[in-house]
Nanobody
């Protein structure tokens, strides 16, 4: 069993920055690829970014590439999402999740164990 707790969301003006954190407990965090997803009202949950267990490889949705950076600190069992140059369309609930270590990183069905989410609201 894995418990994930996201934090760091809030209200920010367009062009601003936020850093989200996801603290994990319960299993060997450092052996799993971790992902961030987001879901806006009326939309499906969509992939944002993923990072492999070592942090050696990262993957991003085209919509956030160049603006968001995913990172992890395995000693702290924490994964981060640094979000810069935020836009109104980034407004959503952001979730972190543990990848099953099989299947594409881009699909939510390939992830187990989700956090409760943290709200990010970008005002234009």
């Amino acid at each position: 069993q894995v418990q994930l707790v996201e934090s760091g969301g809030g209200l920010v003006q367009a062009g601003g920055s936020l850093r989200l954190s996801c603290a994990a407990s319960g299993r060997t965090f450092s052996t799993y690829t971790m992902g961030w997803f987001r879901q806006a009202p009326g939309n499906e949950r969509e992939f944002v970014a993923a990072i492999t267990w070592s942090g050696g490889s990262t993957y991003y949705a085209d919509s956030v590439k160049g603006r968001f950076t995913i990172s992890r600190d395995n000693a702290k069992n924490t994964v981060y999402l640094q979000m810069n140059s935020l836009k109104a369309e980034d407004t959503a609930v952001y979730y972190c999740a543990v990848h099953r270590n099989r299947g594409s990183y881009y699909y939510s069905r390939n992830y187990d164990y989700w956090g409760q989410g943290t709200q990010v609201t970008v005002s234009s």
